[in-house]
């Protein structure tokens, strides 16, 4: 099988292949060639194989930074445009959530970096242990957005032409700033002033109900700003975007969490891990991005 | 099995062959400077400082982001053939967003003008 020309003469000879920029690092794990189960037959040394591998995740966080910098793109442009927007809907966001997903996803950093550790230093307990907990905060994170979606979707605040709050956040004032102050739920101001139709309370309405209740009010408050509806289509895109590489993170690293059980990764061979925590800390980026994008306006 | 047994005198000296090991200090540093900006951004919230907040906020963001890309991602170990990689594409993705604001501002006049000639209904009456 002698595929490629190096595969018969390492036998003999074992180095050095030149031509090769990683051959000189490489001339460690060069024993054993074409042996090595975890050498593919197409690579060298395992120096070369990992750092073929490194560059390739690289290029593939390229390709996710320039996917995501078009959704950053209509950000930019519309918070630019219509900064009233963001200076009225961000009071429907959650800073504490957005902070606890924010400490979450920074920790489960922190496992993943200390899984490629663990790996390097054939440390196999600590090695699951960590991927573990990347794991558990990959879930806790989703759990927090679950939340957080259902949360503004019971009270209608979709996206697009399906945003219909009918429990919309009423102001009474506006500084010279641009800010809105004095802001109440409509759920609360009906629950103050008894609102009903036909003797039925404003919490026991059903949806038109509801919507019909808060039109009225909005008569009496601050006009809503046009374009809300666009903010929450952007943050929905934006959040929803992250959301579906933190699930694609989680299938990662249940695969990555079984062959560390079955004891696949060592100091010779730990690539997948370090590949997949590269990814993982770029997912943290676009959230560190995010959530003062999203949660932090003012 | 050859390569565990031929590194594991390295592994136990917090080495390895293959690439730079991230010491526990670095690592548990990085997270709590982290943890550190996360609170100065969410406490600049509460100081109002005008259009200068967002940049703050940003700023802030490119800190941690540095900090991640740097340690958690070995690019102060790496090649540096990677880090030129990923802030090529930084650039370009600013290059897009930039060029982009300056295109959409410069229609800001006409669709202000259309605006005033035929005002959008409020969102909340449809």
Redesign the interface.
């Known amino acids: 099988m002698s595929t490629t020309p190096h595969s018969t003469a390492g036998v003999a000879a074992p180095l050095p292949h030149g031509g090769h920029g990683a051959a000189a690092q490489g001339s460690?794990?060069d024993?054993?060639h074409g042996?090595?189960p975890?050498l593919a037959h197409h690579f060298d040394t395992?120096?070369q194989q990992?750092?073929a591998g490194?560059?390739g995740i690289?290029?593939f966080?390229?390709t996710e930074?320039?996917f995501?910098?078009?959704l950053?793109?209509a950000y930019?442009?519309w918070r630019?445009?219509h900064p009233e927007a963001f200076m009225y809907a961000h009071h429907y966001l959650d800073?504490k959530l957005g902070?606890t997903n924010?400490?979450v996803l920074?920790?489960s950093?922190?496992t993943?970096?200390?899984s490629?550790?663990c790996a390097?230093?054939?440390q196999k307990r600590g090695l699951v242990v960590c991927l573990a907990l990347t794991l558990m905060c990959a879930f806790g994170f989703l759990g927090i957005k679950f939340v957080e979606y259902s949360h503004k979707l019971h009270d209608g605040i979709g996206w697009g032409e399906s945003?219909q709050?009918h429990n919309?956040k009423l102001f009474t004032t506006l500084t010279p700033?641009g800010?809105y102050k004095g802001g109440k739920y409509v759920s609360e101001i009906a629950a103050e002033r008894g609102l009903a139709v036909a003797g039925v309370p404003y919490a026991d309405l059903d949806v038109p109900g509801k919507l019909a209740i808060?039109?009225e009010l909005?008569t009496e408050f601050l006009?809503?700003p046009?374009?809300?509806?666009t903010f929450f289509s952007i943050y929905y895109g934006m959040t929803g975007l992250h959301g579906v590489h933190v699930v694609g993170g989680i299938l990662v690293y249940i695969w990555l969490l079984v062959r560390a059980l079955r004891g696949r990764f060592?100091?010779?061979?730990?690539g997948p891990v370090?590949y997949a925590?590269?990814y993982w800390?770029l997912v943290?980026?676009v959230w560190?991005?995010l959530?003062?994008?999203l949660y932090?306006?003012? | 099995m050859?390569?565990?047994h031929?590194?594991?005198g390295?592994?136990?000296h917090?080495h390895?062959?293959?690439?730079h090991?991230?010491s526990?200090k670095v690592?548990?540093g990085?997270?709590v400077l982290?943890?550190i900006l996360?609170g100065v951004?969410?406490g600049?919230?509460?100081v109002?400082l005008?259009a200068l907040?967002?940049w703050i906020?940003?700023g802030?963001?490119t800190v941690?982001?540095l900090l991640?890309?740097m340690?958690?991602?070995?690019l102060a170990y790496?090649?540096p053939?990677?880090g030129i990689?990923?802030i090529?594409?930084?650039v370009?993705?600013g290059l897009?967003?930039s060029v982009?604001?300056l295109d959409?501002?410069e229609y800001?006049p006409n669709?202000d003008s259309y605006r005033a000639l035929s005002p959008?209904?409020?969102?909340?009456?449809n």
């Open positions: 460690h794990g024993q054993g042996h090595n975890d395992p120096v990992f750092d490194k560059l690289w290029t966080l390229v930074v320039l995501f910098s078009g950053f793109c930019s442009i630019s445009l800073t902070a924010t400490v920074l920790f950093s922190l993943a970096a200390w490629v550790r390097q230093l054939n945003y709050p919309p700033s800010h808060a039109n909005r006009p809503e046009p374009t809300v509806r060592h100091s010779g061979y730990f370090d925590a590269l800390h943290d980026l560190i991005y959530f003062p994008m932090l306006i003012h | 050859s390569n565990t031929l590194h594991a390295d592994a136990a917090g390895n062959a293959i690439a090991v991230a526990i690592l548990v990085v997270f982290l943890l996360t951004t969410v600049a919230v509460f109002d005008g907040n967002i906020a940003m802030i963001a941690k982001a991640v890309a340690f958690f991602m070995h790496d090649r053939f990677n990689v990923f090529a594409s930084l370009f993705a897009f967003v982009l604001l959409a501002r800001k669709v959008l209904v409020p969102s909340s009456s």
